[in-house]
């Protein structure tokens, strides 16, 4: 990271100078002033405010010697000092201006991949991550387990509470399955009260612990709040997963709803 930072900051610095050379070679008549902005954005879109402002301070001085070195081309000393004040307030604008763009665009990515309401990773990103740990299980002869669950009688919790309730429930569940899942472990909210789970590197017996286990964590998490809500896993453990995603995940949503059909709070799994 450090090489990195220093790398930029070369690079950064190098246009600087060289723009203050051209400046000082093409005299008053032609202005430069636009281009000592490339620097200031390169590092304010790579390194942040911090350098963002530092680089502003780099190219003033840079700027201002340009000007101390034709003092005489002006009419006054007054000239040059209020074209860097001005020059200086512009590129700071410029620096915030860098940042809160690069904070939108930050914000929408994001938001095009996580769940809003908890955080997780949406249904568009679950089948991406499913893609990539298919390649990944295959490549290292591992199996893939795909997990969907089903929040039982969720509905009577918004209807009998209302949404902003329900909304915070969803939130203790998402909760809940980040203490209980492993880091390398993908959890998404793949629709209203559905989530889904990628287990990379994980067999049938590991599986069924890790998913028992949250089964229980999330029922007391209900029990603690008397809601009357329950959990019906489903969990497909695929051996060598080379179908498609849709196949894969198929495969544990049927199992999830055969859950379901068997009386609700039940974990079904099976292996492929």
């Known amino acids: 990271m450090l090489k990195s930072k220093m790398s930029r900051w070369l690079v950064g610095a190098a246009v600087a100078l060289l723009t203050a050379l051209l400046d000082w070679k093409a005299g008053i008549e032609i202005s430069f002033s636009i281009v000592y902005l490339l620097p200031v954005v390169f590092l304010t879109w790579a390194g942040g405010r911090k350098e963002g402002d530092l680089m502003v301070l780099l190219t003033t001085i840079f700027r201002g010697s340009v000007d101390y070195l034709r003092m005489d081309l002006y009419s006054s000393p007054a000239v040059p000092l209020a074209n860097t004040a001005i020059r200086v307030v512009f590129f700071v604008v410029v620096v915030w201006g860098t940042i809160r763009v690069k904070e939108l665009l930050e914000n929408e990515r994001r938001h095009s991949t996580v769940d809003f309401l908890t955080g997780l990773y949406n249904n568009r990103s679950f089948f991406d991550f499913v893609e990539k740990g298919k390649a990944q299980c295959l490549r290292n002869n591992m199996p893939l387990t795909i997990v969907f669950i089903d929040c039982d009688d969720f509905k009577n919790v918004n209807d009998n509470l209302g949404h902003k309730e329900g909304d915070e429930v969803l939130k203790i569940i998402s909760e809940a399955m980040r ?13 209203g009260d559905e989530f889904a789970l990628a287990l990379p590197g994980t067999g049938e017996q590991a599986a069924k612990d890790i998913l028992l286990r949250l089964q229980v964590n999330l029922c007391k998490r209900m029990e603690e709040r008397s809601l009357p809500v329950t959990f019906s896993i489903g969990a497909a453990t695929i051996t060598n997963p080379s179908q498609s995603v849709d196949a894969l995940t198929h495969l544990a949503d049927t199992l999830m709803y055969e859950a379901k059909r068997e009386g609700k709070n039940k974990f079904k799994q099976g292996t492929f």
């Open 179 to 191: 203490t209980v899942l492993r880091s390398a472990d993908i959890i998404a909210r793949i629709g």
